[in-house]
């Protein structure tokens, strides 16, 4: 069986040699790549001399650089990661062990850290509110969306339709999963603080603002209904609240002495109309959508471990599952 680690990397060049190393020790029949992404510390020379196979993409977002990865390389089970020396790669082999005896296409590694440095609070209260947002809408599978260590199966891989172009691209590969009904798993893993001097790319409140946007975005091209439903309930809501003193007016005394709220409110209520039918339509292109990614996913063969060198007694390398 083939075994990709994939790392993407944007000046990590104080962790990416042991990153490089301690994937190489957890898997050694894995090969590593790692893709920089326009790091000015000598990122990809040191995880070259680490014995990593490096290519570079030029535009700049972790969601580019997955997206050329996964529609470079060829595998049966990739393995992906951060540079940063943060996810414990001894518990690779549990992942994939988990993986390919149930025949998962991904398993997402949960966050579990005693250290205060390495999970901020910020992060961590982000995570559950962005966690329990995505969840409520498309399925209550997982519990930390945001992780960027998992595995995934060939299936998987080659069936997504990757549109990120930055951080949000753990939320787009969660929300395929799930939208699905793809066969998941989560386990969790040891999350680590990131080594002394080194500083990570992601920004708490800008790339956070990123995330929900694309939340909303995701929720508008695969919930289109709901989207606009709700859209159509606040005009309909804000068109009766200008409306009804209107009408009543005009029972009253058969006059309409405030054009204007009349005009506004009519102009609501139309609005809710063009919403609600919007939403009806566009609903019925979402499930052909959705039938079109379904049968690009299922031309791919489901995912097989015979001669998968992983010991499935590697669960000792995680805190559980």
């Not at 939340?215 to 005009?235: D, H, S, V």
Request: proline share 4%; charged share 20%; hydrophobic share 50%.
């Amino acid at each position: 069986m083939r075994i990709a680690v994939l790392i993407p990397c944007y000046n990590e060049a104080m962790a990416i040699a042991e990153v490089v190393r301690a994937f190489r020790s957890a898997l050694p029949e894995a090969l590593i790549h790692v893709y920089d992404n326009n790091s000015t510390d000598g990122t990809a020379e040191i995880a070259a001399a680490a014995g990593a196979i490096v290519r570079r993409e030029s535009l700049q977002g972790k969601g580019y650089v997955v997206r050329r990865m996964f529609a470079d390389i060829e595998a049966d089970f990739y393995v992906l990661t951060d540079g940063d020396a943060t996810y414990d790669a001894a518990a690779a082999p549990a992942l994939l062990a988990r993986a390919v005896a149930d025949g998962l296409d991904m398993v997402n590694a949960a966050r579990v850290t005693e250290e205060r440095g390495a999970y901020r609070p910020g992060h961590r209260l982000g995570n559950r509110v962005l966690t329990g947002m995505v969840t409520l809408l498309f399925g209550r599978r997982l519990t930390d969306m945001l992780s960027g260590y998992r595995v995934f199966s060939r299936r998987f891989v080659k069936s997504f339709p990757a549109m990120s172009a930055g951080f949000e691209i753990e939320t787009e590969l969660t929300v395929h999963a799930l939208q699905l009904d793809l066969p998941i798993a989560e386990m969790r893993t040891v999350y680590r603080q990131r080594l002394p001097g080194s500083f990570s790319a992601l920004r708490t409140y800008r790339d956070g603002v990123r995330i929900l946007g694309c939340i909303l975005r995701l929720i508008k091209q695969e919930r289109p209904y709901l989207f606009f439903g709700m859209l159509a309930l606040c005009f309909c809501v804000a068109g009766l609240g200008f409306g009804l003193p209107v009408i009543g007016d005009y029972w009253r005394t058969g006059l309409v002495p405030r054009l204007p709220t009349a005009v506004l409110a009519t102009g609501l209520m139309i609005l809710a109309a063009l919403s609600f039918f919007s939403g009806l339509i566009l609903d019925t292109v979402a499930a052909a959508r959705m039938e079109a990614r379904r049968l690009a996913y299922l031309r791919l063969g489901a995912p097989e471990g015979d001669g998968l060198g992983v010991e499935t007694g590697a669960q000792a390398a995680v805190t559980g599952s």
